[in-house]
């Protein structure tokens, strides 16, 4: 291992002591050699912590990461605090809110012509989160978010507010909205993405066709820069599990 390759653990290490500092609460540091060992490493979290009253959360560690959980611990800023952020999530009316977002990242009128609907076709699902394919080998964060209501790990956790991407409050209570529509847990977060992880996913075209609209509307990338239609990304939600999130 080279100098620059140990001066990079080091600050990799550091920031994964600082993270943790600053989350204050109980976390473990996982060193998987594979995805398959860190999706057991969380499912078992996930069975262990509807017993003790906690939230397992992935967190991929770095600089950025560290900057998103030090906003949160900066009590001069009340915005950032994270009860506030839980109780501006109480006010917020979600479908009025998700359809206020999917106008937002409708097509142009110049772009009209563009098909952005597109034809659905079941696409293969995914059995893992995607961001940790980057992060075997390496160490990240299992930390044990003390609350049995998933959505709240978006405020012990505020990134949004950049780009496109929804304030924390507003990610608190689309989180919510789902949870109770699919049983969906924030699962993994990176400075720019969120994954969940869902118990109930929609089995019909029809439902997950719904279900892309809005998603398209919470996160227009995952179509623009993804899949290019929401019936494709339709296609990606039926019966599954896993859902990505990323803002560019």
């Known amino acids: 291992m080279g100098i ?6 080091k600050e990799k290490k550091d920031y994964i002591k600082e993270i943790i500092a600053k989350l204050d609460c109980d976390c473990l540091v996982i060193e998987e050699k594979n995805v398959e060992g860190v999706m057991t490493r969380y499912h078992q979290a996930l069975m262990e912590g509807k017993k003790d009253g906690y939230t397992p959360l992935i967190i991929i560690p770095s600089e950025m990461m560290l900057e998103v959980i030090e906003a ?3 009590k001069e800023y009340l915005n950032d605090n994270r009860e506030s952020i839980l109780a501006k999530a109480k006010d917020i009316d979600v479908k009025e809110l998700l ?4 106008d937002e990242v409708m097509p ?7 098909d952005i609907t597109g034809e659905f076709a079941i696409e293969k699902r995914t059995n893992h989160f995607l961001s940790i394919e980057e992060a075997v080998n390496e160490k990240i964060i299992l930390a044990k978010i003390p609350t049995d209501k998933p959505w709240e790990v978006a405020a ?12 924390p409050e507003e ?12 049983g969906s847990t924030p699962a993994l977060v990176t400075p720019d993405v969120w994954e969940l992880y869902i118990v109930n996913p929609p089995k019909t075209q029809e439902e997950s066709g719904l279900l892309a609209w809005e998603q398209f509307g919470f996160c227009g990338d995952i179509v623009w820069q993804g899949v290019g239609t929401v019936n494709s990304l339709a296609g990606t939600l039926i019966n599954s599990s896993y859902w990505y999130f990323w803002w560019d």
């Open 4 to 9: 620059f390759d140990k001066l990079k653990k």
């Open 108 to 114: 142009m009128e110049e772009d009209e012509d563009y």
């Open 72 to 74: 949160e611990s900066d």
């Open 171 to 182: 990610q608190v209570a689309v989180f919510k909205y789902w949870y109770e529509k699919y």
């Open 156 to 167: 012990w956790v505020p990134m949004g507010g950049f780009n496109e991407c929804p304030m």
């Open 99 to 102: 359809k206020n977002l999917l």
